[in-house]
């Protein structure tokens, strides 16, 4: 990293809470690895178990990060150790909210000794669910700031929300199921029933998601996005620079280090068995396959994507997570015989993968996700082409961002549910994979993206504005 001096102003101490997913506790790693780098103090503030699992702090910035350990409240039917939404069982995810918003009142106290003791937080930056932080941050006259990790496209499509919720929350969601400068018409069916339900009030918790974030939102001073105007001209424009009246500071891609940085165990990439396998492949012959740690996918959508895999005769490597509704062992969620009829050209890990160091190898060739805005970071800081199956949140309108910068295909999906077919799969895959003149245009609007994801000094430039905003905000 490059980053600008900030000698000639004291270093800051920023507190930072993630939501309890991995999709937002390690950009928020990497977020305050790039203050440290710049010799501010962090402290990052999450459950026991979300601390043991992430991944180690790079040694040289270690001394400036400290994890802060809050653990989960108790609630009835929430088993122990289920702090976070990839621990927690089939069906008790609201549960997880209702403890989750019982973290309110240690956060509170945690702040609350924090300024007591004379080490006042000089910022406080939170998840998009994260009211009671915010809340706190007011009664301890500390400023807060909300981090949002979804695309410039999504942000602004919730100012728009903001406003028709205010007005009637009963009709907010049936109006704005469209993504930034979507029409309505182009989202399908089934993604707008599934947004609905943010603006539900659930059971146990008895507050809507979108109510937390909107609540989260008008308790801040100022959003900070993880994106910026060369990667989404037209939707940072869109947006304004303001969110329900508050400013947004691009914050840049947070791309991850393109060696790996850091692993999560302590596994050399080189002496990883997946690693080693894509040795023996050709180039660019590989389709890499990853749904991220908490896409629930059932056992039958298992199957039906191993169908569609072995039918389109590509090379593939699926980083496989046994979803969590799964009654079978390991080896029967995949369909039988699966593993037999492609040996030699398929391979399957059912655990940890280095996934940057697959992503980097010359073998591969395209990159089957679920549309994550951290995986589709990663896949085009290779510049690999997309096959899409995006699957929830997000993850349907980042899908179309890409469709729309041409660097990818969307598996095609029936437009009432949402279920795919392995003919869909496997036609998707060979198109990207197979099909010259297509593939021939995904590779080169995928290197073309690159050059921006991976152009470093502009991304630690982003940072570096970032923190002079906070100095600014922090001096009104």
């Given at each position: 990293?490059?980053?600008?001096?900030?000698?000639?102003?004291?270093?800051?101490?920023?507190?930072?809470?993630p939501?309890?997913?991995?999709g937002?506790?390690?950009?928020?790693?990497?977020?305050?690895?790039?203050?440290?780098?710049?010799?501010?103090?962090?402290?990052?503030?999450?459950?026991?178990?979300?601390?043991?699992r992430?991944?180690?702090?790079?040694?040289?910035?270690?001394?400036?990060?400290d994890?802060?350990?809050?653990?989960l409240?108790?609630?009835?039917?929430?088993?122990?150790?289920?702090?976070?939404?990839?621990?927690?069982?089939?069906?008790?995810?609201?549960?997880?909210?209702?403890?989750?918003?019982?973290?309110?009142?240690?956060?509170?106290?945690?702040?609350?000794?924090?300024?007591?003791?004379?080490?006042?937080?000089?910022?406080?930056?939170?998840?998009i669910?994260?009211?009671?932080?915010?809340?706190?941050?007011?009664?301890?006259?500390?400023?807060?700031?909300?981090?949002?990790l979804?695309?410039?496209?999504?942000?602004?499509s919730?100012?728009?929300?903001?406003?028709?919720?205010?007005?009637?929350?009963?009709?907010?969601?049936?109006?704005?199921?469209?993504?930034?400068?979507?029409?309505?018409?182009?989202?399908?069916?089934?993604?707008?029933?599934?947004?609905?339900q943010?603006?539900?009030?659930?059971?146990?918790?008895?507050?809507?998601?979108?109510?937390?974030?909107?609540?989260?939102v008008?308790?801040?001073?100022?959003?900070a996005?993880?994106?910026?105007?060369?990667?989404?001209?037209?939707?940072?424009?869109?947006?304004?620079?303001?969110?329900?009246?508050?400013?947004?500071?691009?914050?840049?891609?947070l791309?991850?280090?393109?060696?790996g940085?850091?692993?999560?165990?302590?596994?050399?990439d080189?002496?990883?068995?997946?690693?080693?396998?894509?040795?023996?492949?050709?180039?660019?012959?590989?389709?890499?396959?990853?749904?991220?740690?908490?896409?629930?996918l059932?056992?039958?959508?298992?199957?039906?994507l191993?169908?569609?895999?072995?039918?389109?005769?590509t090379?593939?490597?699926?980083?496989?997570?046994?979803p969590?509704?799964?009654?079978v062992?390991?080896?029967?969620?995949?369909?039988?015989?699966?593993i037999?009829?492609?040996?030699?050209?398929?391979?399957?890990?059912?655990?940890?993968?280095?996934?940057?160091?697959?992503?980097?190898?010359?073998?591969?060739?395209?990159?089957?996700?679920?549309?994550?805005?951290?995986?589709?970071t990663?896949?085009?800081l290779?510049?690999?082409?997309?096959?899409?199956l995006?699957?929830?949140?997000?993850?349907?309108?980042?899908?179309?961002i890409?469709?729309?910068?041409?660097?990818?295909?969307?598996?095609?999906?029936?437009?009432d549910?949402?279920?795919?077919?392995?003919?869909g799969?496997?036609?998707?895959?060979?198109?990207?994979?197979?099909?010259?003149?297509t593939?021939?245009?995904?590779?080169?609007?995928?290197?073309?993206l690159?050059?921006?994801?991976?152009?470093s000094?502009l991304?630690?430039?982003?940072?570096?504005?970032?923190?002079?905003?906070?100095?600014?905000?922090?001096?009104?």
């Open positions: 990293m490059d980053a600008v001096s900030s000698s000639s102003s004291a270093p800051l101490h920023v507190v930072l809470c939501w309890l997913a991995f937002h506790l390690l950009p928020y790693l990497e977020l305050a690895e790039r203050l440290a780098f710049r010799g501010h103090r962090v402290s990052y503030v999450t459950t026991p178990g979300n601390i043991a992430l991944p180690p702090v790079r040694p040289d910035m270690a001394p400036l990060i994890l802060v350990a809050l653990p409240p108790h609630v009835d039917g929430l088993p122990d150790g289920a702090d976070s939404t990839n621990k927690v069982p089939h069906g008790k995810s609201e549960l997880l909210w209702k403890a989750f918003d019982k973290l309110g009142e240690p956060f509170s106290e945690f702040l609350g000794a924090a300024c007591a003791s004379g080490k006042r937080p000089d910022w406080l930056i939170v998840d669910f994260h009211h009671w932080a915010a809340a706190a941050a007011l009664e301890h006259k500390v400023p807060c700031a909300v981090f949002l979804s695309s410039a496209s999504n942000i602004a919730w100012d728009r929300r903001w406003s028709s919720w205010r007005a009637d929350p009963a009709a907010a969601a049936d109006k704005l199921a469209a993504t930034g400068h979507e029409q309505p018409g182009t989202v399908p069916r089934y993604e707008s029933k599934k947004k609905t943010l603006f539900a009030n659930h059971g146990p918790s008895g507050m809507s998601i979108v109510e937390r974030f909107f609540l989260a008008e308790r801040c001073t100022v959003a996005m993880r994106s910026c105007p060369e990667w989404e001209p037209e939707s940072v424009a869109l947006l304004n620079t303001t969110l329900m009246g508050r400013p947004v500071v691009p914050l840049g891609l791309p991850p280090s393109p060696d940085g850091r692993a999560a165990t302590t596994t050399v080189g002496d990883d068995a997946n690693v080693r396998w894509l040795d023996a492949q050709p180039a660019s012959s590989v389709v890499y396959v990853a749904l991220g740690s908490e896409v629930p059932s056992v039958e959508q298992v199957r039906e191993a169908h569609g895999l072995e039918l389109a005769g090379r593939f490597l699926w980083a496989l997570r046994k969590t509704s799964a009654v062992d390991d080896e029967d969620v995949l369909p039988p015989g699966f037999q009829r492609t040996r030699g050209r398929g391979r399957v890990a059912m655990g940890w993968v280095p996934q940057l160091s697959i992503l980097a190898h010359g073998a591969v060739g395209a990159f089957l996700t679920h549309c994550g805005w951290s995986s589709i990663e896949a085009l290779f510049g690999r082409p997309l096959v899409m995006p699957i929830a949140g997000d993850q349907g309108p980042n899908a179309r890409m469709e729309g910068k041409k660097v990818g295909m969307q598996v095609p999906r029936d437009e549910d949402g279920s795919f077919d392995r003919q799969v496997a036609t998707t895959v060979r198109a990207v994979m197979l099909d010259e003149e593939r021939r245009v995904f590779v080169v609007n995928a290197k073309k690159q050059g921006i994801v991976a152009d000094e991304h630690e430039s982003y940072i570096d504005r970032f923190i002079q905003q906070l100095r600014y905000y922090y001096q009104k």
